[in-house]
């Protein structure tokens, strides 16, 4: 239990869907990572808030869409996805601002399958 | 700019044999050096951590590595691995002020 939880664990949805991953940490951090993790490719960082304020967008889709109502929660809105976004999502926080200086604490992940 | 290479996708080991996974880095600043291990169908979790003083560092299940500032090199060992140690490891790179930057990871499997 590392302190971060993700719902679900495991998403099937199909290509005209609307879901939402949900990210919660416990641990008093002030930031919040979304990263996706697909088989044989490094894992790539999509989303950063730091005091619930957007602070990187690494050249995600539109169909993807974050939400950070406040420090310990954090969203991942999803919309017509296309096959290819089938990976695993992780979300991960940290203590300061962006990911300066502190090793992040990860969420178990959520497996989504786009069908 | 900051990049982490694991040369090695997965390393087969024999249980009880010792284990290197070897990580290099590219920067140009100081920087702070992490191991992350993946079990299957699980997140990321905090092995071990270089942020300065010794450049040995000790981490948990009885991993440990050294930062080579002259080889850019942040290797993990083990020396003497169990059943339970198979997974996918990942290195890590953050220079002060900056994102974090994963490595490809290194799946290690170890053999009866």
């Known amino acids: 239990e590392t302190g971060v939880t993700q719902t679900p664990r495991h998403l099937v949805m199909g290509m005209t869907n609307k879901k939402s991953l949900k990210c919660e940490q416990h641990?008093?951090?002030?930031?919040m990572y979304w990263y996706k993790q697909s088989a044989k490719k490094p894992l790539e960082l999509m989303f950063v808030?730091?005091?619930?304020?957007?602070?990187e967008n690494n050249s995600v889709p539109s169909r993807f869409s974050p939400e950070c109502p406040n420090s310990s929660h954090l969203f991942l809105h999803l919309h017509t996805l296309q096959p290819e976004d089938s990976a695993l999502y992780l979300c991960?926080?940290?203590?300061?601002?962006?990911?300066?200086?502190?090793?992040?604490?990860f969420g178990q992940g959520t497996r989504l399958t786009v069908v | 700019a900051q990049s982490v290479t694991q040369l090695d996708s997965q390393v087969p080991v024999f249980e009880e044999a010792p284990v290197e996974l070897r990580c290099n880095y590219s920067?140009?600043?100081?920087?702070?050096l992490f191991w992350y291990v993946q079990y299957p169908n699980q997140g990321l979790q905090l092995l071990l951590k270089?942020?300065?003083?010794?450049?040995l560092v000790k981490g948990i299940n009885g991993f440990e590595a050294e930062f080579n500032k002259s080889q850019t090199s942040f290797h993990l060992r083990k020396p003497s691995v169990h059943i339970s140690d198979t997974a996918e490891y990942f290195c890590?790179?953050?220079?002060?002020?900056?994102?974090?930057?994963f490595g490809k990871g290194t799946r290690l499997h170890i053999l009866p």
């Open positions: 641990l008093g951090h002030n930031a």
């Open positions: 920067s140009s600043v100081s920087v702070y």
């Open positions: 270089y942020l300065s003083g010794s450049t």
């Open positions: 890590a790179v953050s220079e002060r002020d900056d994102k974090i930057i």
């Open positions: 808030y730091s005091l619930e304020e957007r602070v």
């Open positions: 991960a926080s940290s203590q300061g601002e962006g990911q300066k200086n502190t090793e992040a604490f």
